[in-house]
């Protein structure tokens, strides 16, 4: 059947040339090999043009099959402006944080030539070259397109506790509209994330690619430096900080090798960026940070711009925003920064997913169930030890979850005999200062269960790296944040919510204004 059809096309293409009704540059002539093609590659399962791999096999052919099998990307007169728009878009993939020559930048640039320097000899050009030009025109915006519109893999297939939830369009339909509008660069740019968050760390990257393109920082010299001292290692970390986003200014040349109040408060920006304590002197774990190479940093802006395309379409106007990696928690209204304060998130062990969901509720006062895992491996072990843990932290035994399960006595229950793999009770921490999830919880569905809540453990916000809890957020400021979510409803002014908090009852608070939240986890941002 391959030959079959093979034997067509040529037999097609020999008629009409000697015929002489359509020459070689013919876009019907250009159709057929690209059809010639297409048909072909479907019986052996495998596209390619100019000796490189289709990728995106699933979508091109109905591309082309829609379109009659047209080339897209010339015309009777040659390769368009069009052509010429995408191998520009393509040479700055690397400002997106994304490598040309996975678009087949290399290849599409030698057919180009190839196309061109035939033009120079004569009429009469090769129909199958000017397909494979299309070919890999088509498949290189289709792959390039998907993946600005959604980042290059599935984060989903990296690590469990990662759930997608990406853009999602039809690189197809999106391509014949750029081809419609004559605007390719616009409609690629359109697939960007539009948050300027995107964009400000798309800037930073380009910043840092320059100061690796010049050779990099220089290295930070062993020993401590603090405010006050002078030394050629004082001159390094002024310009090691000065190539970073400018965060000291030039010296005078009497004054490059001081370590002076200016330079002090630099360090201490670039401590409090990397979750160092910030006290403005360059410890062994400060020196490190300053020593990491800028390429290292590059990759690191790559791998977050990749994050954020895999975030969804409309991260929402008002929205909260639960950095992992940073211990953060941000409320957004548009791109302006309402509130922020310091979250304790997961331990390595029980890492904090990262999804985004929808907030609708709070609950005032909340009971804990306590989780069978952290009763069977944390709890246990102290009742066995302490048979006054229980009374002394609130906490009731039940035969199960039901509603009108009756409670059981502590006192009947031999606690002793009790194992993980046979602990056949649920245990129910009332409301109170010693809750652990303290005076509020905030609700969003999903499938791990997770919630942003208060916490008795206040001084656990204090600590640089806050990774503690068992996967849920707790927050340093949830009076604050209850308020703000509830600002719309008349009946729960500030007020009004600490009286019912005071009032010691369990119950729960719709939002006038459900709230999208994000639990990310980058490792590179751009402050505005």
């Known amino acids: 059947m391959l030959q079959r059809v093979l034997l067509i096309g040529s037999v097609i293409a020999g008629c009409t040339s000697a015929a ?14 690209i059809r010639t093609r297409i048909e072909a590659a479907g019986i052996v399962m495998e596209l390619r043009a100019a000796g490189e791999p289709v990728y995106a096999s699933l979508v091109l052919p109905s591309f082309y099959e829609r379109r009659l099998y047209r080339p897209a990307w010339s015309d009777a007169r040659g390769p368009t402006r069009l052509a010429d728009d995408l191998i520009d878009a393509l040479q700055r993939a690397d400002l997106e944080g994304l490598r040309s020559e996975d678009y ?7 057919v180009l030539a190839a196309v061109r320097a035939d033009a120079k000899r004569g009429p009469a050009l090769a129909p199958d070259r000017w397909a494979e030009l299309d070919l890999l025109l088509t498949d290189a915006f289709l792959v390039y397109g998907a993946h600005l519109l959604a980042g290059r893999v599935n984060p989903e297939t990296l690590r469990p506790e990662w759930v ?5 369009a039809d690189i197809a339909v999106v391509l014949e509209a750029a081809l419609t509008s004559g605007n390719i660069a616009a409609t690629l740019e359109g697939l960007d994330p539009p948050e300027a968050g995107y964009r400000r760390l798309r ?11 010049v050779g990099g920082w220089p290295a930070i010299p062993d020993g401590s430096m603090h405010a006050g001292v002078r030394g050629a290692a004082v001159t390094a970390l002024r310009q090691r900080l000065r190539l970073e986003d400018g965060l000291v200014g030039e010296a005078g040349d009497q004054d490059a090798d001081l370590f002076d109040a200016e330079l002090k408060q630099a360090l201490e920006k670039f401590q409090s960026r990397h979750g160092l304590t910030a006290d403005g002197v360059v410890s062994t774990a400060t020196r490190a940070e300053l020593n990491v190479p800028v390429e290292r940093r590059v990759e690191q ?13 409309d991260l929402g106007h008002r929205h909260i925003i639960v950095n992992i990696a940073a211990f953060e928690l941000e409320v957004m209204d548009g791109d302006s920064l309402v509130m922020s304060m310091r979250v304790v998130v997961g331990r390595p062990f029980d890492r904090t997913p990262v999804l985004s969901d929808t907030m609708r509720y709070l609950v005032l006062n ?11 491996t944390e709890l246990l072990p102290k009742l066995k030890r302490d048979r006054s843990y229980l009374a002394r932290y609130k906490m009731r035994v039940f035969p199960s979850s039901r509603l009108d399960a009756q409670e059981v006595d502590p006192a009947t229950v031999d606690w002793s005999s009790m194992t993980a793999a046979h602990f056949p009770y649920l245990l129910r921490q009332d409301p109170g200062p010693r809750n652990a999830l303290g005076r509020i919880k905030f609700m969003f569905l999903n499938k791990y269960h997770i ?5 008795p453990a206040r001084p656990l916000f204090e600590e640089t790296q806050r990774d503690f809890s ?3 957020i707790r927050i340093q400021h949830p009076i604050e944040l209850a308020v703000y979510l509830l600002r719309n409803d008349p009946r729960w002014d500030r007020d009004a919510l600490l009286a019912a908090l005071d009032d010691a009852e369990d119950r729960s608070v719709p939002l006038p204004e459900p709230m999208p939240i994000h639990l990310l986890y980058w490792t590179a941002w751009a402050d505005a």
């Open 104 to 110: 087949h930048l290399a290849g599409i640039e030698a």
């Open 20 to 33: 002489g009704r359509v020459d070689d540059r013919s876009p019907e002539l250009v159709a057929e090999r």
């Open 164 to 168: 997608s939830n990406r853009r999602t």
């Open 301 to 313: 802006l790559e791998l977050n711009l990749e994050r954020w395309r895999w975030l969804p379409k």
């Open 451 to 455: 919630y942003l809540h208060d916490t």
């Open 470 to 472: 068992h996967g849920c």
């Open 366 to 376: 909340p009971y804990w169930h306590v989780p069978t895992n952290i009763a069977t």
């Open 203 to 213: 800037e930073a990257l380009a910043r840092y690619r320059r100061v690796a393109a």
